[in-house]
């Protein structure tokens, strides 16, 4: 395990969507717009009607994974959270439907069908990035400032 330290939040962006946006392209641009190298992801909801979510299915590695797709099914977005490290989000959310609810890693292409209500935190004096590890998994890792 290891421990990243940053210093508090500094500025916090509280993003609407609109119907058509796109969740995860809308985020990665407004931290890039905004210059958030390092930031949380702390709440998100609203509601899609394309989603696409990829989650484990072993325990091995490397991991198995399945593929969960909505197209043109109204879905709640009960959950959105994630980490942005050098720049880039990596979120997981919860979605439901008429059925139950269902959650994953977050891929490019979920629309939002009505609204999106988004809130991240930059992360003050903490620089991070995603570093394959020797195994080829992605680890988070604290950046020193030279």
Request: aromatic content about 6%.
């Amino acid at each position: 395990m290891e421990v990243f330290a940053a210093e508090g939040f500094g500025r916090v962006l509280v993003l609407r969507l609109d119907p058509g946006d796109l969740l995860l392209e809308s985020v990665a641009e407004a931290v890039a717009s905004e210059g958030f190298e390092s930031a949380v992801v702390v709440s998100g909801i609203g509601t899609l009607d394309r989603c696409y979510l990829h989650a484990v299915t072993t325990t091995g590695y490397p991991p198995r994974e399945q593929r969960l797709a909505w197209e043109d099914v109204p879905l709640e977005l009960l959950s959105l959270k994630g980490v942005v490290a050098g720049g880039e989000p990596h979120l997981h959310a919860v979605v439901s439907d008429a059925r139950g609810a269902y959650g994953g890693h977050v891929e490019r292409g979920c629309r939002v069908l009505y609204l999106a209500e988004i809130v991240v935190a930059e992360l003050k004096g903490l620089k991070l990035a995603r570093v394959r590890d020797e195994r080829g998994i992605l680890r988070l890792k604290q950046i020193k400032n030279t």
